[in-house]
């Protein structure tokens, strides 16, 4: 009986067997195995496409070191084009407006109750109503105006009613520099400088 078995089993392997042949004829004859490319050769091309995308991307790298560094060495552009006005206070804009129309010798070009502007060579003196400005008001960004001759200037704002803050001085350079107060209380400055040039001014 165990004789009969195992003839059976032999004889289920060997049909197994012959299918699995059977199957493999049956494949078509140019289904083979693909020979590979050598190891060697796959190395070397991978290593070409690296180094080409490497330099490719350092090509179009921006460098932010340098581009920081331009920004920190870069000079700020000048924010200061030059004078452009002067403003001072006035208690009696009417009176103040009368006052510097004598002094300049001309007519302001804006004149309104809330501001008075005169076009002095180019450069604007402005006059504000103010009626709580002092007398004699602490100096600050005192403004001087050019003069051809300082000392005839001076005295001539005197005898108009200015009184004297600074006389006439040398600075040096043939400069000559002097201050007074308006009769509004304002510092009023004048200066001789014959190293400015009033064309060249901006």
Known sequence: MARSKSAKGTGRSRKIARQMELLAASLPAE?????????????????????????????????????KSARGDAKEPTMFLGLRTAVYDAPDIAKAKAWYSKVLGEEPYFDQPFYVGFNVGGYELGLVPSKDAASKRARAGVAYWGVEDANAAYKRLLEMGA??????QDVGGGILIGAMRDPFGNVLGIIENPSFKPGEAK
């Open 163 to 168: 009184t004297p803050l600074e006389e006439i």
């Open 31 to 67: 289904i083979k195995p693909v020979r590979g490319v050598k190891l060697k050769h796959v190395s070397a091309f991978t290593m070409l496409v690296s180094v080409i995308c490497l330099c490719a991307f350092l090509a179009g790298r921006v460098d932010v070191s340098s581009a």
